[in-house]
């Protein structure tokens, strides 16, 4: 699976994380996060690297201000080729049921499609 793919389902069950959810859910989110955590950890770190190599100077706003053009684009594309990595953390996909209170954008569901398999009736 791409890093990339792991960061995004991580920030997403981040979010998950701040809702009271049943018991069993709430236990695999927590598994599932605890091994998507190894990626994040890593997206950090490989970024940090790239910040130390880059040297831009953090704004007010929070972005990233480079020396020229060439910088921010070489930064860009640096980040998106970490994203891009095949992992070697293995995924067991869980599967959740829907419930009432669990919520959730589709964009999100998309981003854990493979990660986490929704089902309904349950």
């Known amino acids: 699976m791409k890093q990339g793919k792991l960061v995004n ?9 701040q809702q009271r959810l049943p018991l069993p859910i709430s236990y695999k989110l927590y598994k599932l996060r605890n091994t998507l955590k190894k990626a994040w950890d890593f997206q950090i770190d ?4 790239l910040i130390d190599e880059f040297k831009p ?6 972005r990233l201000q480079f020396a020229d053009v060439d910088s921010a ?6 980040v998106k080729e970490v994203l891009d990595m095949d992992s070697d953390i293995e995924i067991t996909p869980v599967t959740l049921p829907l419930i009432d209170g669990m ?3 589709p964009e ?10 929704f089902t309904e009736g349950e």
């Open 103 to 105: 919520s959730i954008t």
């Open 9 to 17: 389902a991580y920030k997403v069950i981040s979010e998950l994380y």
């Open 108 to 117: 999100d569901i998309e981003k854990l499609e493979g990660i986490i398999n």
């Open 73 to 78: 684009q070489a930064f860009d594309k640096s």
């Open 46 to 49: 490989s970024e940090r690297k």
């Open 57 to 62: 100077n953090p704004t007010d706003d929070g």
